[in-house]
C-alpha cells in the first residue's frame, strides 16, 4: 500500500490540474483508500510529499474530480497537526468558492472539509465569517433542505459559528429564523431537534434574532415540545422539555420579544406561560417563574400581571416549595414577586395579597441567591409603605436574622442587601418601635458600617437611617454610638474629598442629631468638627454650604 501511496502521490504531482484523467482519478481513489486504512499515516505522506500545494488547483478546475479531493482535505484535516498545514496550503479561498456550486456531493465534502480545518479555532472560523460564508450557507440550507447529509453539515456549520459573536451580526441579515423553524416543524427524531436546538440558543442570545424567531413561529413549536415531553418520563423527553422552556425563557429576555408575547397581557403564549407556574413539573415552574420575571420588565406589565393575579399563583407556588424545596424554583419565584413590586402601585396590593408573610417562610434558608431575592422582594415591597415597613421593622426574628447576614463576609450580595433592608425598615417606618427593634438586635453598627460602604446609595441610605435612629431615641442608641466609631466615621466622611455632596449634608445633619448625647458631643469637640464644618461653608454645593452655617451655629451654640 506504502508503495501505492508513493506513487500515486508522484503521480498526483506530475499530473497537470486541468486533466480529469482516469490517471487522477485513480490517485484520488488511492489517497482516499489509504486514508480510510491509516488516516495519521496517510495524512504524514501527503504533507511530506508537498501534495497538499496540488489541492487549490485541481479544486478550482470543478471537475469529476473535484468532490474526491475535498473528501480527501475533510479526512486529512481530521488530524490537528494537519489543519496549519491546509491553511498554509491555501485550502480555504478555492473551498469556500465551491459553497456557490450546485452539486450537492461536492457541497457536502466541501462543507466538511472546511469544517474539519476550522475545528476549534475561532481566528480561523472568523475568517470564514468575513470571507461571506454565512449567508451563503443559510441560502444552501434552504435549497437543500430534502438532502439530509447537507442540512447536518449546514447546522453543524451554524453551531460552531454561532459561537462568535462576529457571526451574530451576519446570522440577523439572513432568513436563519424562517429557514431554522421551518426545519424544526418537520423534525421528529429527537437527535435532529437536538441539532436544531443547539443552533438556536447561541443564536437566540441576539436582540435582533430573538424578535425574528418568534415572528417565525418558534415559539409556537417550543409550546409544542413542552406539550408533547411534560407528562413522560424518558430521559430523551426530559432534556427536550428542559431545552425548549429555556429558550423560551432566553426569548423573553429581549424587550421586543417579550413585549410582542406580552400582547398587552392577552397573548396566548403569555398565557400559555402562565399555565406552567401550577404544573407538577419543576422545570416548568421554574420556566414559568422565570418567563414573569422577564415580563415584569416594566411597569405596565407589572400592573396588568398584579391586577390578574399572578401573584397569587406565584405564592401558591412558593408555598409547595417551603420544606426541602427546589431552590432554583424558590430564586425564580421570588425573583419575579422583586420585579412585580416595582411600580409603587402594585405594592400594597401585593402586601395585602400576603406576599411579605410567604417571604419570611424563607428566611431559615441557607440559600445565598434565595436570601439575597428575599431582601430585594421585601426591601421592594417595603418602599413609601410606612405600616408594612412598621410591621416588618418591629419583627424580632426578621431583624436577627438581617444582622445575622449583614455579617456574611463570603456574600457580598447577601451582605449589601441585608444592610439595605434594615435602613429601610428605618427609613419607611420612621417607627420608634422600629428603631428600637433594631437597637435591640444589634443593627447600629451594621448601619455605621454600612455609612462607609463604597456605593454613595448605600452610604446616603445609612446615614438617613443613623439620623432617624438619633432623632428618635437618642439615650438608647448612645452606647452602640460610641462602640461603633460613629463620630469617627462622620468626621472622615466630611473631611474626605471624595465625598459627595449628600453623603457631607447628611453627615452634617447626624452630627447635629447626636450633640444631645453627652459622650458624642465629647468626641464632636475633640475632633475639632467646628473647624471641618467652617471649612464647608464654601462648598460649591448650595445646599451644602448652607447646612455647614446651620451646623457651625450649632456647635457654636453648645461648645
Known amino acids: 500500500m506504502a508503495d501505492n501511496l508513493s506513487e500515486a502521490l508522484k503521480t498526483l504531482k506530475l499530473s497537470s490540474a486541468d486533466s480529469a484523467s482516469d490517471s487522477v ?3 484520488l481513489d488511492c489517497l482516499l483508500k489509504a486514508l480510510a486504512q491509516n488516516n495519521v499515516e496517510t495524512s504524514e505522506k501527503i504533507q511530506e510529499m508537498g501534495a497538499l500545494a496540488m489541492m487549490p488547483a485541481l479544486l478550482s478546475a470543478q471537475n469529476s474530480c473535484t468532490p474526491k479531493v475535498a473528501n480527501i482535505i475533510a479526512e486529512v484535516a481530521k488530524n490537528e497537526f494537519m489543519r496549519s498545514p491546509c491553511v498554509e496550503a491555501g485550502l480555504i479561498p478555492p473551498l469556500v468558492q465551491l459553497l456557490n456550486c450546485k452539486d450537492q456531493e461536492i457541497l457536502l465534502q466541501t462543507g466538511r472539509a472546511l469544517g474539519n480545518i476550522c475545528y476549534d479555532s475561532h481566528s480561523l472560523q472568523a475568517q470564514l465569517i468575513s470571507m461571506g460564508v ?16 447537507l442540512t447536518e453539515m449546514c447546522l453543524i456549520a451554524f453551531g460552531n459559528l454561532a459561537e462568535l459573536e462576529s457571526s451574530k451580526e451576519q446570522f440577523a441579515s439572513t432568513n436563519i429564523a424562517e429557514e431554522l423553524v421551518r426545519l424544526f416543524r418537520k ?3 429527537h437527535e435532529k431537534k437536538e441539532m436544531i436546538f443547539e443552533v438556536l440558543a447561541p443564536l437566540a442570545e441576539n436582540d435582533v434574532i430573538k424578535l425574528q424567531l418568534v415572528e417565525a413561529g418558534l415559539v409556537e413549536c417550543l409550546l409544542e415540545v413542552v406539550a408533547q415531553t ?13 431545552t425548549a422552556s429555556d429558550l423560551m425563557v432566553l426569548l423573553l429576555l429581549g424587550d421586543e420579544s417579550m413585549q410582542k408575547l406580552f400582547e398587552g397581557g392577552k397573548g396566548s403564549v403569555f398565557q400559555r406561560v402562565l399555565s406552567w407556574v401550577p404544573s407538577n413539573n419543576h422545570q416548568l415552574q421554574l420556566a414559568g417563574a422565570l418567563a414573569i420575571a422577564n415580563f415584569a420588565r416594566n411597569d405596565g406589565n407589572c400592573i396588568h400581571m398584579v391586577d390578574t393575579g399572578i401573584v397569587q399563583k406565584l405564592l401558591e407556588l412558593l408555598d409547595r416549595h417551603v420544606e426541602e424545596g427546589n431552590v432554583t424554583v424558590q430564586h425564580a419565584a421570588l425573583s419575579a414577586l422583586r420585579n412585580l413590586a416595582i411600580p409603587v402601585v402594585n405594592k400594597s396590593k401585593m402586601l395585602m395579597a400576603g406576599v411579605s408573610d410567604v417571604v419570611l417562610k424563607f428566611l431559615k434558608s441557607e440559600m445565598p441567591p434565595v436570601q439575597f431575592k428575599l431582601l430585594g422582594t421585601l426591601r421592594m415591597l417595603i418602599d413609601t409603605q410606612a405600616d408594612a415597613a412598621e410591621q416588618l421593622g418591629t419583627n424580632a426574628k426578621l431583624v436577627k436574622r438581617l444582622v445575622e447576614w449583614c455579617e456574611a463576609k463570603d456574600h457580598a450580595g447577601v451582605m449589601g442587601e441585608s444592610n439595605r433592608l434594615l435602613s429601610a425598615l428605618i427609613r419607611h417606618s420612621k417607627s420608634k418601635d422600629v428603631v428600637r427593634t433594631v437597637i435591640q438586635g444589634a443593627g447600629v453598627k451594621h448601619l455605621v458600617t454600612m455609612a462607609t460602604s463604597e456605593h454613595m446609595i448605600m452610604q446616603n441610605e445609612a446615614l438617613v437611617a443613623l439620623g432617624l435612629i438619633a ?5 438608647c442608641a448612645e452606647k452602640d454610638f460610641v462602640s461603633s466609631s460613629l463620630v469617627q466615621v462622620l468626621h472622615k466622611l466630611l473631611t474626605d474629598e471624595h465625598s459627595a455632596p449628600e453623603i457631607k449634608y447628611n453627615s452634617m445633619i447626624l452630627i447635629c442629631s447626636i450633640m444631645g448625647s453627652e ?3 465629647k468626641e464632636v469637640q475633640s475632633l475639632a468638627f467646628i473647624d471641618v464644618v467652617s471649612g464647608l461653608r464654601s462648598h460649591e454645593n448650595k445646599t451644602v454650604a448652607h447646612q455647614a452655617s446651620l451646623t457651625e451655629q450649632r456647635l457654636t451654640a453648645q461648645s
Not at 134 to 149: D, E, K, Y
Not at 471 to 475: G, I, K, Q, Y
Open 187 to 189: 423534525q421528529v427524531e
Open 471 to 475: 432623632a428618635l431615641d437618642l439615650d
Open 519 to 521: 459622650p458624642l458631643h
Open 25 to 27: 482519478e485513480g490517485c
Open 134 to 149: 454565512i449567508p451563503t450557507l443559510v441560502r444552501l440550507l434552504g435549497v437543500h433542505s430534502q438532502n439530509t447529509a
Open 230 to 242: 411534560v407528562d413522560s418520563d424518558r430521559e430523551e423527553d426530559v432534556a427536550q422539555l428542559k
